[in-house]
Nanobody, 127 residues
Framework: QMHLVESGGGLVQPGGSLRLSCVTS????????VGWFRQVPGKEREGVAC????????HYTDSVRGRFTISRDNALRTAYLEMSNLAAEDSGTYYC????????????????????WGTGTVVTVSS
């Protein structure tokens, strides 16, 4: 069993930056791939960035590639999403998730293998 808590969301102006954190507890984060997903009202949840269990492979949705960076610190049991050059389209509720099986691509594209979800943190990009 794992418990995931996101933080770091808030209101930011276009062009600004935020860092989201996902603190986990329970089973060691070492065993899981991690991912960040975005939910906007009226739209399907989207896999934004995912990172393989060993930390090598990543997958980013096209709209954030080059602006967002996913990372993890297994010792701190924490995953991060660094977001820069934010735009209004990046607004939404961001959820972290973990998957014990599957690749980062499968996790992001198909929510494959996801075992646990966090409760979300809201990002609003607006002037």
């Amino acid at each position: 069993q794992m418990h995931l808590v996101e933080s770091g969301g808030g209101l930011v102006q276009p062009g600004g930056s935020l860092r989201l954190s996902c603190v986990t507890s329970g089973t060691s984060l070492d065993f899981y791939a991690v991912g960040w997903f975005r939910q906007v009202p009226g739209k399907e949840r989207e896999g934004v960035a995912c990172l393989d269990r060993e930390g090598g492979g990543t997958h980013y949705t096209d709209s954030v590639r080059g602006r967002f960076t996913i990372s993890r610190d297994n010792a701190l049991r924490t995953a991060y999403l660094e977001m820069s050059n934010l735009a209004a389209e990046d607004s939404g509720t961001y959820y972290c998730a973990v998957a014990i099986f599957g690749s980062s691509e499968d996790m992001c594209l198909h929510e494959g293998g996801i075992n646990f979800w966090g409760t979300g943190t809201v990002v609003t990009v607006s002037s």
